[in-house]
């Protein structure tokens, strides 16, 4: 067992609560290979902004969990050696079981998420207080889920939709313990949120939740998962490379812009990742026939990857430049 601390990564109490006060979301950005964990700690850092480093299950099993760990801890030995003075936590994104989640916290993670909202709300309760207190014993943080969020990323996989009931979020959050809370306002997993033909007929996230949420209770952190944008720019780079990806809509930024005024304090990134090095893999390899070293396609993936999480962090989460205030 080794704690978070020794490897270098942030509590994200201390992130929620300078992001509560200053009306920004720490972004957490998912991860499975080396160069989006460089991209991540690369754009973060030249912009400034704290970081949420997201492994899934899926993606520790991919990955390794062992090699996790020790390439978690070389994410904070690259910022130190760039020069960037950001802080870093390491969560584990859709915990689905307290044995998992413990296992995540005994290899150094500063977070752990459990994803109970596909069970029945007691035992949501009763296995997030667990996991809950197994944590708070090594000062790393719990977020939990209320609400199911449809669509398919990862492992993850739900049919249908189901609002957060904001009647219910005082009794969960003072029962479990948990240190935030994600919520289902209309977001959505994967590149496939929104039944419709087309951009314009993106329905607006539920922020009359939101807001009930937020009344309820307090300045305590809220969450947004499936907040990818499945920017159109990287879509049609796709389509015009060989892939084909039809009615793919995200959610539009300005919507997640206006949630962070409402209490979201952590906005999850997963799809976008993906999506950004498709295309420009796809792209590299139909401009460069002759070419096969993966230092370099995927080096080109990673410098794009790069951009879209400078442009992020300044122009979508408003994290930007709030680093020196953790």
């Known amino acids: ?48 902004s704290p970081v949420i480093v997201q492994i899934t299950q899926t993606s520790l099993k991919y990955i390794n969990k062992s ?41 150094g993670y500063s977070s752990v998420m459990f994803d109970g909202s596909h069970l029945e709300y007691e035992e949501n309760i009763n296995i997030t207080k667990k996991i809950v207190l197994y944590a708070h014993e090594r000062d790393v943080s719990v977020e939990a ?6 669509g398919i990323e990862d492992h993850m996989k739900a049919s249908d939709h189901y609002y957060t009931n904001p009647e219910q979020v005082e009794d969960f959050v003072n029962r479990t313990g948990c240190d935030s809370l994600a919520i289902a306002i209309g977001t959505s997993h994967g590149a496939y949120k929104f039944k419709v033909e087309k951009a314009e007929d993106i329905p607006d996230l539920k922020f009359d939740i939101l807001q009930d949420v937020r009344r309820r209770l307090g300045k305590f952190p809220i ?39 409402y209490g979201v304090c952590k906005i999850n990134i997963a799809t976008d990742s993906r999506l950004v090095f498709t295309a420009m893999i796809r792209k590299y390899f139909q401009e460069n026939i002759d070419q096969f070293d993966p230092r ?24 930007a430049g709030q680093a020196g205030y953790i």
């Not at 020069?83 to 916290?105: Q, R, V």
């Not at 889920?145 to 449809?150: D, Q, R, S, T």
């Not at 993936?301 to 989460?317: D, F, G, S, T, W």
């Open 145 to 150: 889920e209320l609400g199911v969020i449809a």
């Open 223 to 261: 969450v947004l998962h499936g907040a990818s944008s499945v920017p159109r720019k990287y879509v049609d780079i796709v389509n015009a490379y060989g892939g084909s990806l039809q009615k793919s809509f995200g959610v539009p930024e300005t919507q997640l812009r206006k949630a962070t005024q």
């Open 1 to 48: 067992m080794v704690s978070y601390k020794e490897l270098g990564f942030s509590n994200t109490k201390g992130m929620f609560e300078v992001a509560l006060e200053r009306k920004f979301a720490v972004p957490g950005y998912n991860a499975s290979n080396l160069e989006q964990l460089q991209g991540i700690i690369i754009g973060c850092g030249e912009s400034d």
């Open 67 to 107: 090699m996790v760990r020790y390439m978690g801890k070389g994410c904070v030995e690259m910022a130190n050696d760039l020069g960037y003075n950001i802080p870093i936590a390491l969560h584990l994104d859709h915990g689905g079981s307290f044995e998992l989640c413990k296992s995540c916290i005994d290899l």
């Open 296 to 319: 370099k396609y995927l080096g080109s993936a990673r410098q794009e990857l790069i951009e879209m999480i400078k442009m992020k962090n300044k122009e979508v989460l408003g994290s």
